[in-house]
C-alpha cells in the first residue's frame, strides 16, 4: 500500500515562502509521475506542478517562475518551493502520484496566505 504525507503548510504572509515536502512510503522511482495539486475552498481541484522520472516539469501558468518542484529519489521526497505567495493561493495542496495504471493522493496540506 501506497503512503503519501504531505509536510511544511501552515500560515505565511503574501510574498513570503513556504517549502512542502511529499514523503512516500515506498521507492518514488518507479512512479512515472509526481505532481502536487491544491484545492481552494469552493473550487476544483487544480494541477500545481509535476515532474516525471527523467525529471521533465510542467508549471501552473498561475506559479511559473515562483513555485519550483523537485524529486529526491534517495529520499522518496518530492518537495515544492514556493515562492511570493498571494493570498488566493491559500488551499489545500495534495501529493499526487502515478505508477502505470495506479493513481495515489496524499491527504493533503492546509496553506493559508494571510497578513
Known amino acids: 500500500q501506497v503512503q503519501l504525507v504531505e509536510s511544511g503548510g501552515g500560515p505565511v504572509q503574501p510574498g513570503g515562502s513556504l517549502r512542502l515536502s511529499c514523503a512516500a512510503s515506498g521507492s518514488i522511482f518507479s512512479f512515472s509521475n509526481m505532481a502536487w495539486y491544491r484545492q481552494a475552498p469552493g473550487k476544483q481541484r487544480e494541477l500545481v506542478a509535476s515532474?516525471?522520472?527523467?525529471?521533465?516539469?510542467n508549471y501552473a501558468d498561475s506559479v511559473k517562475d515562483r513555485f519550483t518542484i523537485s524529486r529526491d529519489n534517495a529520499k522518496n521526497t518530492v518537495p515544492l518551493q514556493m515562492n511570493s505567495l498571494k493570498p488566493e493561493e491559500t488551499a489545500v495542496y495534495y501529493c499526487f502520484a502515478r505508477r502505470g495504471l495506479l493513481s495515489y493522493w496524499g491527504q493533503g496540506t492546509q496553506v493559508t496566505v494571510s497578513s
Open positions: 515532474i516525471t522520472t527523467d525529471y521533465r516539469t
